[in-house]
């Protein structure tokens, strides 16, 4: 792969990291109330969720999730309930400014919950089948795993930096949520967020 083709794929995958999701909801939720430095569990996980869906692509199974309409539309309406259910959560949080449960614990539940949300995300899959190809060399002398494993750790590296910055902004917004009304509005927003973001999954269909 050439520097002008992988500063084109570089481009391509922060616009695609930039891109607000899930992931990104995700992760401003976890930086608002943990802090950024709390919130790399969040961002790890996602990224576990997302390396999976890079090697299933490069090792060709993403052709047949992309291509099956039934497993297709399993792992979407797996995400859409998750999603629904991350919102309600949300909604139902008491807003309060104490955390209850352990650091570990929760970090556990921090990374575990991103990385599921990530893994069903039936979008993201059919996104890498259709960008890896663009981007590959047609060359005889050039060997296709090398090219794929560098634009994997490209947009892996790419979306942990994208997402720290989401985590930054988030976490300056928590020196104004510094009551238990406005903590529980916060919760409220986010679980809207993903809601949203569980009807726009809903509506994706597979051109």
Do not use: H
């Amino acid at each position: 792969m050439s520097l002008g083709v992988w500063l084109t794929f570089l481009m391509a995958s922060f616009l695609v990291s930039v891109s607000p999701g899930a992931g990104a909801i995700n992760t401003m939720n976890s930086g608002i109330n943990n802090g950024v430095r709390s919130a790399f569990p969040t961002i790890l996980g996602l990224q576990l969720g997302y390396g999976i869906q890079i090697l299933a692509v490069a090792i060709g199974i993403g052709t047949v999730l992309a291509s099956s309409t039934t497993t297709f539309s399993f792992i979407k309406w797996m995400g859409v309930a998750y999603l629904i259910w991350l919102g309600v959560q949300k909604w139902r949080s008491p807003g309060s400014l104490e955390n209850s449960n352990s650091e570990e614990n929760t970090k556990n539940k921090q990374f575990w919950q991103s990385a599921f949300v990530n893994l069903t995300n039936p979008k993201a899959t059919v996104f890498l089948v259709a960008l890896f190809p663009q981007f590959l060399s047609n060359s005889s002398t050039s060997s296709y795993m090398p090219q794929l494993l560098l634009m994997g750790g490209t947009l892996l590296a790419v979306d942990i930096i994208v997402m720290f910055c989401y985590a930054a902004l988030a976490s300056q917004l928590k020196r104004f949520v510094n009551s238990t009304s406005r903590m529980k509005l916060m919760n409220r927003a986010f679980g809207s967020f993903f809601i949203i973001a569980a009807i726009m999954l809903a509506a994706y269909k597979k051109t």
